[in-house]
């Protein structure tokens, strides 16, 4: 498919929205991600930073050294060299699904009307997409969930899900870093620590990463906890298409 | 990360500056946090980056280096060990060495026993206390800035209290080289203009009468505004196409319209994602009059071009880097008309009477 032409969007003097469409969606968030790592190669004058979402790459630059016309016209360049995209590392992370780490898995098979058994495979079944971090530091947002996973927002947050916490809602599901009071539902919980500043990997997975979940027992969890809890990653990783 | 987690080395000939009262939202803030944007990580620094940058360039020193940053709570605090150059500037607070009123802008040399204290004053809500060599308190993912909702940087993530002890180096500096100084800084002062907005990126999610609304009303400041984001009070901006879009990238000073209707627009502490349409960004140039407002001030808007923001922005970062050749010997009896003499800060401008030269778009 042919990447969707991109609107090239001021946010201020200092940043630049480059746009690629307005939805969630594979193809969008392949050319978000092929202009990240065509600007990561080409390093133009004046970028300081440039942060992928799902469906844009938003380009914080220094004005001093660059204005916005000069940058769009130096982004159209970069972009039509078709730079080679390095394939995707794919993440095995462990998850238990068991009490007390999977507290709502109930609630969502009655909303949604299948078995809580059916819940858990469903969730272990997809291959995840890191789409984009957001919320605070580490915190991952999947794309990939099954369909019959949707299921809507709780109207208002509730006490803080700890970190490790597998959510879902709005049909996506993410990874929680650190504990927020959120509207999503927690279906499981991994050992791993997305974010651990005090780790030489300090996030586990960049953007654009696939991740799939591995069942364990409560006891495997816990011993995989101490093992993180000691900097170790605990998740496997493997590029994709090996 | 090596650089998070080592201790500061502590000198006992070093000098010492002892918290003994502070106020709420005090924090340490360098430049901010940058290059894990994408990772979610909040880039926080100053609210105010031209007081900021002043008052380190008043100490010949790194633009960037760590400060504090204190809010019109007010601050409090003790030098101790030897003595250390300092220089604050921000809005229009109240300062004081022991007894001796100080002008809002000014560079002194702090020698152990000093109490140097900060209220709020004519206006403003943030001020900086830069101190020579800059705060060394241990950087996290390369930054000092205070980020107290992942509890990162500064002193263990979180505001100062009174009781801390903030390290300093021994001074470098030499008289009369280095004198006591007012600093002579007219970008600080406070003026009624329109703050000014490069328009997008979603702006073509409101209604003609929405973008009217905003541009051509007068929004206040309401008591919900924190270093994260500042909520304004005023005529609804209604949304041609619903108040949910997916997820993109914040930049300081975006104006973010959630479903209230009403302009929420993101500070220092802003997520680097987010998920409502935005309206505009409020430009650099202007950004730190926007964090000095008080709840209860109102504003108004204007719109520029990018190509305007930029020269602003410019203009101001210009301005900022003269602060080294505006520095005039500071009277050892400094009297209220001596600091009127000196016209540091002009104090109030009222925004109605003032609507400056930018409001052309609107029928008043």
């Known amino acids: 498919m042919t990447p969707p032409a991109p609107r090239y969007l001021p946010a201020g003097e200092s940043a630049l929205v480059v746009e690629f469409g307005q939805t969630i969606e594979p193809a969008i968030h392949d050319a978000v991600m092929a202009l990240d790592a065509a600007l990561a190669q080409a390093k133009l004058e004046g970028v300081r930073?440039?942060?992928?979402?799902?469906?844009?790459?938003?380009?914080?630059?220094?004005?001093?050294?660059?204005?916005?016309?000069?940058?769009?016209?130096?982004?159209?360049?970069?972009?039509?060299?078709?730079?080679?995209?390095?394939?995707?590392?794919?993440?095995?992370?462990?998850?238990?699904?068991?009490?007390?780490?999977?507290?709502?898995?109930?609630?969502?098979?009655?909303?949604?009307?299948?078995?809580?058994?059916?819940?858990?495979?469903?969730?272990?079944?997809?291959?995840?997409?890191?789409?984009?971090?957001?919320?605070?530091?580490?915190?991952?947002?999947?794309?990939?969930?099954?369909?019959?996973?949707?299921?809507?927002?709780?109207?208002?947050?509730?006490?803080?899900?700890?970190?490790?916490?597998?959510?879902?809602?709005?049909?996506?599901?993410?990874?929680?870093?650190?504990?927020?009071?959120?509207?999503?539902?927690?279906?499981?919980?991994?050992?791993?620590?997305?974010?651990?500043?005090?780790?030489?990997?300090?996030?586990?997975?960049?953007?654009?990463?696939?991740?799939?979940?591995?069942?364990?027992?409560?006891?495997?969890?816990?011993?995989?906890?101490?093992?993180?809890?000691?900097?170790?990653?605990?998740?496997?990783?493997?590029?994709?298409?090996? | 990360m090596s650089d998070l987690a080592e201790p500061a080395v502590q000198d006992p000939a070093a000098p010492r500056l002892r918290v003994l009262r502070a106020g709420p939202c005090a924090t340490i803030q360098d430049g901010g946090r940058f290059g894990y944007l994408r990772y979610g990580v909040t880039p926080a620094g100053p609210m105010d980056w031209a007081a900021f940058r002043t008052a380190n360039l008043a100490l010949d020193q790194d633009d960037n280096a760590a400060a504090i940053e204190i809010s019109?709570?007010?601050?409090?605090?003790?030098?101790?060990?030897?003595?250390?150059?300092?220089?604050?500037?921000?809005?229009?607070?109240?300062?004081?060495?022991?007894?001796?009123?100080?002008?809002?802008?000014?560079?002194?040399?702090?020698?152990?026993?000093?109490?140097?204290?900060?209220?709020?004053?004519?206006?403003?809500?943030?001020?900086?206390?830069?101190?020579?060599?800059?705060?060394?308190?241990?950087?996290?993912?390369?930054?000092?800035?205070?980020?107290?909702?992942?509890?990162?940087?500064?002193?263990?993530?979180?505001?100062?209290?009174?009781?801390?002890?903030?390290?300093a180096r021994p001074t470098a500096k030499r008289d009369p080289a280095f004198f006591e100084a007012a600093i002579e800084a007219p970008w600080l002062e406070k003026n009624g203009r329109p703050l000014r907005v490069v328009l997008g990126p979603q702006d073509d999610y409101f209604t003609a009468d929405g973008l009217a609304a905003f541009f051509c009303s007068e929004y206040r400041l309401t008591p919900s505004a924190d270093r994260m984001a500042y909520r304004l009070d005023g005529p609804e901006i209604p949304h041609a196409r619903g108040h949910d879009i997916v997820s993109d990238g914040i930049a300081l000073g975006a104006i973010q319209i959630a479903g209230d209707r009403k302009p929420l627009i993101l500070m220092a502490d802003r997520q680097p994602t987010g998920g409502y349409p935005k309206l505009g960004h409020v430009i650099g140039a202007d950004i730190g009059r926007l964090a000095q407002m008080r709840p209860g001030e109102a504003c108004r808007f204007t719109a520029v071009s990018v190509a305007e923001a930029r020269a602003a922005l410019l203009d101001v970062e210009e301005d900022v880097a003269e602060t080294p050749s505006r520095l005039h010997i500071l009277r050892p009896a400094l009297t209220s008309e001596t600091l009127l003499g000196i016209n540091l800060i002009d104090g109030f401008v009222d925004a109605l009477k003032d609507p400056g030269p930018y409001l052309s778009g609107c029928d008043q």
Not at chain 1, 181 to 199: A, L, M
Request: proline letters at 9%.
């Open chain 2, 72 to 167: 019109y709570g007010g601050f409090e605090l003790l030098c101790e060990g030897a003595p250390t150059w300092i220089a604050f500037a921000g809005g229009g607070f109240s300062w004081r060495r022991d007894h001796a009123a100080l002008p809002p802008a000014t560079r002194v040399l702090l020698r152990p026993g000093d109490r140097l204290s900060a209220q709020a004053g004519s206006f403003g809500a943030w001020t900086y206390l830069a101190v020579e060599g800059g705060i060394e308190t241990p950087p996290a993912m390369g930054s000092r800035a205070t980020h107290v909702r992942s509890a990162m940087g500064g002193l263990d993530g979180r505001m100062l209290r009174a009781g801390d002890l903030l390290p």
């Open chain 1, 49 to 242: 930073e440039t942060v992928p979402t799902y469906r844009s790459l938003v380009i914080h630059f220094d004005p001093r050294r660059i204005t916005t016309a000069a940058l769009i016209e130096a982004v159209r360049r970069v972009e039509m060299e078709a730079p080679t995209r390095k394939p995707p590392t794919r993440w095995r992370i462990p998850a238990c699904y068991d009490a007390p780490h999977a507290e709502d898995v109930g609630e969502i098979a009655a909303i949604l009307g299948l078995p809580e058994t059916r819940i858990v495979e469903l969730h272990l079944s997809a291959v995840y997409r890191v789409y984009m971090y957001g919320f605070a530091p580490g915190y991952t947002f999947l794309g990939g969930l099954p369909e019959a996973l949707t299921i809507p927002r709780r109207a208002t947050p509730r006490a803080p899900a700890p970190p490790g916490s597998l959510l879902i809602a709005g049909g996506q599901a993410l990874i929680a870093s650190v504990a927020m009071p959120t509207g999503w539902y927690g279906v499981g919980r991994t050992p791993v620590r997305v974010f651990d500043p005090h780790r030489e990997r300090v996030f586990l997975a960049d953007i654009g990463d696939e991740i799939t979940f591995e069942r364990v027992d409560r006891s495997t969890f816990d011993a995989l906890s101490r093992a993180a809890e000691s900097g170790e990653l605990v998740a496997r990783r493997h590029a994709v298409g090996e």
